[in-house]
Nanobody, 124 residues
């Protein structure tokens, strides 16, 4: 059975940076469209950023454009999310997820496989 494992979360002050990683095992990553999603307390899970199989196409939520950068290294079976200029409203559990497709909307309802999440807290 495949597995997705996130890491890199933590407590960071406003304006700080974090880099999240998602290591995938049991799957050949080249065939999967992947993304980062987040869920804040009391809110629905939302798409943050997604990336196509080869990494050439990316999508970002308006709230993170210009601050977050998604990338992937299929050879290392890993996806990343570089988060800069973090704001308190970025506080959430961040999940990586994927689906067997080339490109779909960056929507949690379209993902088939999920990690357990990593908590990001932005606070002074």
């Amino acid at each position: 059975q495949g597995q997705l494992v996130e890491s890199g979360g933590g407590l960071v002050p406003p304006g700080g940076s974090l880099r999240l990683s998602c290591v995938v095992s049991g799957f050949t990553l080249d065939y999967y469209y992947m993304g980062w999603f987040r869920q804040a307390p009391g809110k629905e899970r939302e798409g943050v950023s997604c990336i196509s199989r080869g990494g050439t196409n990316t999508d970002y939520a308006d709230s993170v454009k210009g601050r977050f950068t998604i990338s992937r290294d299929n050879g290392k079976n890993t996806m990343y999310l570089q988060m800069n200029s973090l704001k308190p409203e970025d506080t959430a559990v961040y999940y990586c997820a994927m689906t067997y497709s080339d490109y779909v909307p960056c929507d949690p309802r379209g993902m088939d496989y999920w990690g357990k999440g990593t908590l990001v807290t932005v606070s002074s």
